[in-house]
């Protein structure tokens, strides 16, 4: 890397600052693999940094459409990132959460589904030992925003700061893992039905709550059939998303915009119709489905009128 001789070495942040000094929820969304790597291969020379390229593609187009969010890319084309690196520009550019995305494979092409995992207990506790013997300046940075420093800390304070941050952020990573698996379920079948656990390094963020998806097995015809096709993957981005939302619908960062304005849609409670509302621009606009939105208020069909006063859970 080259750098400007006058520069001061202050490191912008990159997280996006919206009216009133509030931001976006940030998402950075990992395409497994890359380049001289192409990860597993299917039927056709199918290739999985290919497949997931895509998947992530679709999945940044949809958060940058929805209000208070935005999302970035940590490969935006077909070069290779090492794994480490894929997880500390996720921290510079302070995002709220990291999705890794990748396509399975195994040696019996019969193996299929989708899973969702994160960290395991054992990755963190080896994780946090490697994090305190390291101790560097410019990575010792925790919670989030990257606002406390473990440089300055005694010893056993630091590693007392260094395992509620990653107890927090397993935890997040659990109930984010939660919801999109749950999402993935009404499109595709499942490998397993809960979410998973195991020691990949893009999980091992200290203070990001990270989940890394497989959308299927590749090494599956079927699968890869599906994992090939442009809708099949628009369908499966559309899932992931909804998974991200219906996390942060309860989840809201501090500091967001979602979080701040009195109008978020999470405290909403009744909402009067306007002219132009029609019952499927209300339930996008609060994230309910439409069945709910007339269950709650009685409605026999989607007719609303003008000065209407619905409840909204």
């Known amino acids: 890397d080259l750098y400007d001789k006058k520069s001061s070495g202050i490191k912008k942040s990159s997280t996006i600052i919206t009216k ?27 290739m999985e940094k290919n497949v997931v390229l895509a998947i992530s593609r679709e999945l940044k187009k949809l958060l940058d459409k929805k209000l208070g969010y935005s999302a970035t890319l940590i490969r935006s084309s077909d070069y290779y990132i090492p794994l480490r690196k894929r997880t500390k520009i996720a921290h510079k550019k302070r995002a709220d959460v990291f999705i890794s995305i990748h396509a399975d494979a195994f040696h019996r092409p019969s193996a299929s589904g989708a899973s969702v995992f994160i960290l395991s207990r054992s990755g963190a506790t080896s994780e946090t030992a490697r994090y305190l013997a390291r101790r560097e300046n410019s990575t010792d940075l925790i919670g989030g925003s990257g606002n406390v420093s473990l440089d300055d800390k005694d010893p056993m304070l630091a590693s007392v700061l260094l395992d509620l941050s990653m107890t927090a952020t397993l935890n997040s990573s659990l109930d984010l893992g939660t919801s999109v698996l749950k999402s ?114 009685n409605l026999k069909g989607s007719k609303i009128y003008s000065g209407q006063r619905l409840k909204i859970p």
């Open 20 to 46: 009133n000094n509030r931001r976006k929820i940030l998402i950075a969304i990992d395409a497994g693999h890359g380049g001289e790597d192409p990860g597993a291969i299917g039927p056709k020379r199918l």
């Open 184 to 297: 993935i379920s009404e499109i595709a079948k499942l490998h397993k039905k809960s979410v998973e656990e195991a020691g990949f390094v893009v999980l091992k963020s200290p203070d990001i709550p990270s989940i890394l998806v497989e959308t299927g097995f590749i090494s599956n015809p079927s699968e890869a059939k599906n994992l090939a096709n442009k809708n099949y993957q628009k369908k499966m981005a559309q899932a992931i998303f909804k998974g991200i939302i219906g996390y942060f619908s309860s989840n809201y960062p501090v500091g967001t915009l979602l979080a701040s304005d009195k109008s978020a849609i999470h405290r909403a409670r009744f909402h009067i119709v306007v002219p132009g509302d029609t019952a499927y621009r209300i339930s996008r606009r609060y994230n309910i489905s439409v069945k709910k939105l007339k269950e709650l208020n």
